[in-house]
T-cell receptor, first 111, second 114 residues
């Protein structure tokens, strides 16, 4: 079983709608979680991180963490075509000097 | 600029060539990483360095040779590569405790082996 799993997509969302990206993890020792956005041909850039149960909001982005169910999600409100990218979920696992990445979800926002 | 600089941005090399990729971070981080990202594949961790000591080698072929002279610089020496090694090579850096800030990635080197 992969340590961090994401639906690879593609996920297609109309402009202005809410895009919902999900991620599950297997290691209960995972302590914090990161969402990276990667445009085609570019490097990943950090957009959100979360370590407490519940929601964390930053502008149009909301990260949600449920440790009991071992899932993390990212909501993008008022989706824009510029949000079209691959979104990578990553977990920081206790005792490991590295992030464990999911395979990424490709998101397309349709005008 | 993210504070992590990779050079060159693009590299084309023959299978018999020797070349090096360079990564430099100006963030005061203690750990540095090399990742490989092939087309439509997930990120593959190659090497991890903590305070310039290698702490992880993810079964990488010996034609890839990393070097970390200090906490700010990381190199990846390449020799006798294969066409399947063509990929985006990403350098990242972090504080030793990655739980709060995660990684900062460089812009990557797009490598093509011909």
């Amino acid at each position: 079983q992969k340590e961090v799993e994401q639906n690879s997509g593609p996920l297609s969302v109309p402009e202005g709608a809410i895009a919902s990206l999900n991620c599950t993890y297997s290691d209960r020792g995972s302590q914090s979680f990161f969402w990276y956005r990667q445009y085609s041909g570019k490097s990943p850039e950090l957009i959100m991180f979360i370590y407490s149960n519940g929601d964390k909001e930053d502008g149009r982005f909301t990260a949600q963490l449920n440790k009991a169910s071992q899932y993390v999600s990212l909501l993008i409100r008022d989706s824009q075509p510029s949000d079209s990218a691959t979104y990578l979920c990553a977990a920081a696992i206790q005792g490991a000097q590295k992030l464990v990445f999911g395979q990424g979800t490709r998101l397309t926002i349709n005008p | 600029e993210t504070g992590v600089t990779q050079t060159p941005r693009h590299l084309v090399m023959g299978m018999t060539n020797k070349k090096s990729l360079k990564c430099e971070q100006h963030l005061g981080h203690n750990a540095m990483y090399w990742y490989k990202q092939s087309a439509k594949k997930p990120l593959e961790l190659m090497f991890v360095y903590n305070f310039k000591e290698q702490t992880e080698n993810n079964s990488v072929p010996s034609r890839f040779s990393p070097e970390c002279p200090n906490s700010s610089h990381l190199f990846l020496h390449l020799h006798t590569l294969q066409p399947e090694d063509s990929a985006l090579y990403l350098c990242a850096s972090s504080f030793r405790d990655i739980r709060t800030y995660g990684y900062t990635f460089g812009s990557g080197t797009r490598l093509t082996v011909v």
